[in-house]
Structure formats: C-alpha cells, structure tokens
C-alpha cells in the first residue's frame, strides 16, 4: 500500500501536536532544556506537515532539511512568500539552538545557561565580563503563535489531532499562559 501526501501530512501533524503537548508540559514542570528540545521537534514536525505536498518526504529526512528548523523555516517562508513571517526568524532560531544539544556534549563541554520564559518581558538577561556558557531559552507565547501561523497557513485542524487525548493535563498543557488558548478549546 502506497503512502499518500495526506497520510504523511496527519502523521506529521499528529507528532507535532503530540510534541508541543509535551513541550508545555515539560516547561510547567521546568523541565529544562528538555521543554526546548520537545518544542524544537514539535515546530519541526508542523514545518514538515506543511511541506508535505512541496517537498517530498525522502528529503525531508535528509540534508539540508533533516532535523534543521532554520532550512525548513526558509523552504516554507519561501512557499508562503509572505514578508509578515520574517516576524518569526527569532523564535525559529532559538527553537534551532536546541538541536546543538539534543545529545549532551556541548552542554558538558560549554555549558549551558538554560531559562523558560511565557512571555517577552519574562526573559532572562544575562551580563558580565567573563565569557558566559551558551544561552538556551525560547519565549513560549511567541512559539505558540508561530504554532498558530503555520496553522493558519495551511488550513490544518488542530482539534482533529486532540482526538483520543483526554484529560485535564492536556487541556491544561494547551491553554496555559498560551495567547492562542482559544484556538485549542475543545
């Protein structure tokens, strides 16, 4: 049985929504860096989602795309051609930073100052004259409304993916300090 572009585009769907689930959640818990780490695959999934028909998945699994936010948030800038989403260049980068350490040796070998933040003017500011370990922070409200934009953009239903996923720890995860809780009310 052959794979349709639409199979490819629910599952990514489905992962993604299951990862940004994941991702509040962790970030509720303060469970730092990991509630980056599950934001980067969920953003990353919802990109691939919305390529799915523009890019073939084969490459998506590889160079230049693979697990890079910063390709696939270029692939899709370029597909919308839509000025407003350069708005979203911060957030994408800081999301990507996270990948440097899905697997712990920059963290042993640098460090890290880690921080979670829900809104803007919650940011962490970090000064001195010593050299300061890298900084691995994302503001959560500015991904959700990223999460938002590619929704809006390729006219995908989020509640579709909240189907099966009962309880009040999902419900709470998706509308937590989040600017777009509405869009998630079920």
């Known amino acids: 049985m052959k794979n349709t572009d639409d199979d490819f585009k629910v599952w990514f769907s489905d992962l993604a929504t299951q990862y940004y689930i994941a991702a509040r959640l962790a970030a509720q818990a303060m469970l730092i860096p990991i509630y980056g780490n599950l934001l980067h695959h969920a953003i990353e999934m919802y990109l691939k989602a919305a390529l799915v028909g523009t890019l073939p998945v084969a490459?998506?699994?590889?160079?230049?795309?693979n697990h890079d936010l910063t390709a696939l948030w270029q692939r899709f800038k370029a597909e919308e051609s839509n000025p407003s989403l350069d708005s979203f260049d911060p957030t994408i980068h800081a999301l990507h930073k996270f990948e440097s350490i899905r697997y712990p040796d920059d963290i042993v070998n640098k460090g890290?100052?880690?921080?979670?933040?829900?809104?803007?003017?919650?940011?962490?500011?970090?000064?001195?004259?010593?050299?300061?370990?890298?900084?691995?922070?994302?503001?959560i409200g500015n991904a959700d409304n990223l999460v938002f934009e590619i929704f809006q953009r390729?006219?995908?239903?989020?509640?579709?993916?909240?189907?099966?996923?009962?309880?009040g720890a999902v419900?709470?995860?998706l509308t937590y300090q989040n600017p777009k809780k509405s869009f998630w009310k079920r």
């Open 154 to 167: 390729t006219q995908i239903n989020p509640k579709v993916y909240l189907t099966g996923k009962v309880g």
């Open 112 to 139: 890290m100052l880690g921080s979670i933040a829900w809104e803007p003017h919650h940011a962490v500011t970090a000064s001195g004259s010593a050299k300061l370990p890298p900084k691995y922070e994302v503001i």
């Open 171 to 173: 419900d709470e995860a």
């Open 59 to 65: 490459d998506m699994k590889r160079k230049p795309y």
